[in-house]
């Protein structure tokens, strides 16, 4: 059964850092699409960061130079390191598994998220 | 442009058929997916590529695409329906995802 917990949230003062966790079970982060999406509490999800199989790493511009995603096969998780962290940061962050499909076109899914967990940047 | 436009809010009787839009000049290259976000919970996927649902999803969710206009109907809506959707293709570059704003739907 495919599994996502993610864990490292919570309070943090603007300009801290913070790590978030995820844990994957039932197939392996190294091989697969993995992304990082938020959402402040009543508004809605904003993509934030993947990591492709091969590496690759992209950032939205709102997170760019600040969060870096990366990845501990052996431990079959997936992490975003989050520095100078600022107010509009808070929100809920998921991480999900994505899949590549070519028909026709490529497109892209998000076939399982985690439950999330809560970040918020407050003095 | 890599934005996704949808519809803030719209309402459906129970049993009746709602459209959900999803407008965005990615559409035109890139398949949208769809997802169903209940009050306090993760989203779900419902509809992705060209017209699939991933198992367990009720066949009275469907999609279509048209140009750069990808599409959710509920056909039969349901009181379970009820929930927040977003639609989510990818960025000019192909490389970042992207989302609607999101479509509150309500079942009358």
């Known amino acids: 059964e495919v599994q996502l917990v993610e864990s490292g949230g919570g309070l943090v003062q603007p300009g801290g850092s913070l790590r978030l966790s995820c844990a994957a079970s039932g197939f392996s982060v190294s091989d697969n699409y993995m992304i990082w999406v938020r959402q402040v509490p009543g508004k809605g999800l904003e993509w934030v960061s993947n990591?492709?199989?091969?590496?690759?790493?992209y950032y939205a511009d709102s997170v760019q130079d600040r969060f870096t995603i990366s990845r501990d096969n052996s431990k079959n998780t997936l992490y975003l390191q989050m520095n100078s962290l600022r107010a509009e940061d808070s929100a809920m962050y998921y991480c999900?598994?994505?899949?590549?499909?070519?028909?026709?076109?490529?497109?892209?899914?998000?076939?399982?998220w985690g439950q999330g967990t809560l970040v918020t940047v407050s003095s | 442009s890599s934005e996704l436009t949808q519809d803030p809010a719209v309402s459906v009787a129970l049993g009746q058929t709602v459209r959900i839009t999803c407008q965005g000049d990615?559409?035109?290259?890139?398949?949208a997916s769809w997802y169903q976000q209940r009050p306090g919970q993760a989203p779900v996927l419902v509809i992705y590529?060209?017209?699939n649902r991933p198992s367990g999803i009720p066949d009275r969710f469907s999609g279509s695409n048209s140009g750069n206009t990808a599409s959710l109907t509920i056909t039969g809506a349901q009181a379970e329906d009820e929930a927040d959707y977003y639609c989510?293709?990818?960025?000019?570059?192909?490389?970042?995802?992207?989302f609607g704003v999101g479509t509150k739907v309500t079942v009358l």
């Open positions: 990591i492709y199989s091969g590496g690759y790493t």
């Open positions: 989510n293709s990818r960025d000019s570059s192909g490389t970042l995802g992207v």
């Open positions: 590529g060209k017209n």
């Open positions: 999900a598994r994505e899949r590549q499909v070519w028909s026709s076109g490529w497109f892209w899914y998000i076939d399982y």
């Open positions: 990615s559409l035109r290259t890139y398949y």
